[in-house]
Each structure stands twice: as structure tokens, then as C-alpha cells.
Nanobody, 126 residues
């Protein structure tokens, strides 16, 4: 599966953005799709993930209540709706996917994800 991330941009604090991760090559059925954030000068960190079959979601604590991950099966696309953005949300956001089949697990470790899109830059100013 190939992934294409888009939707980044520059916003002021408390603003909103919606990132998109469009998949091609095959349906996302049986996959978990995650978003990861790499702040300037820091390592990449897990943000949120969606298990395509069943719609189960996981979020890191810092984005709970602010970010929402969702999927559109008709478009084979996963979205990350980001609200109440903070300057510390600045960085490059990557989407990634790994195949789990019928497993219910949702990985947060990036080495579990085998397919990666290019990043999209989000800049939040105070």
C-alpha cells in the first residue's frame, strides 16, 4: 500500500487543521493506520491510530480531546482532525500503516509500521 499525506499548513494557536492520508494500491481493510509527529530537533512520536476494520482508535495523552482520527472507506483515506492547536504541535506529521489482519492490536511503536507516507508540515504560531 502507498500512502500520501497532505493538509499541513500554518495556523495560529487554538486554530484547526485536517490532515489527510490517502492510500493507494490496495484497500485499507485489515490495516492499522497511524499518525506520527516529529517536532523540530526531536524524535518522531506516536499521535493516533485507527484500526480500519471496526474503527477502533488510540490516542497519545497530549492530543486526547483535541485530535480525532477517522477513515473514509469510499476514499480509502484516513484523516486527522486537529483542533485547539498549540505551538508544541508544530512539526512534520507522517502517516503510516501496518497490516494486522484479524488481530485487534493497535501498535504505537513506529517500528511496527511498514508503510510510510511522506510528511506534511504543520506550523502553529503563538
Amino acid at each position: 500500500v502507498q500512502l500520501q499525506a497532505s493538509g499541513g499548513g500554518s495556523v495560529q494557536a487554538y486554530g484547526s487543521l485536517r490532515l489527510s492520508c490517502a492510500a493507494s494500491g490496495r484497500t485499507l481493510s485489515g490495516y492499522v493506520v497511524g499518525w506520527f509527529h516529529q517536532a523540530p530537533g526531536r524524535e518522531r512520536e506516536f499521535v493516533a491510530a485507527l484500526r480500519w476494520s471496526g474503527g477502533y482508535t488510540v490516542y497519545t495523552d497530549s492530543v486526547k480531546g483535541r485530535f480525532t482520527i477517522s477513515g473514509d472507506s469510499a476514499k480509502n483515506t484516513v484523516y486527522l482532525q486537529m483542533t485547539i492547536l498549540k505551538p508544541e504541535d508544530t512539526g512534520v506529521y507522517y502517516c503510516a500503516a501496518h497490516y494486522t489482519g484479524f488481530s485487534s492490536s493497535i501498535a504505537e511503536e513506529e517500528n511496527r509500521y511498514k508503510h510510510w507516507g511522506q510528511g506534511t508540515l504543520v506550523t502553529v504560531s503563538s
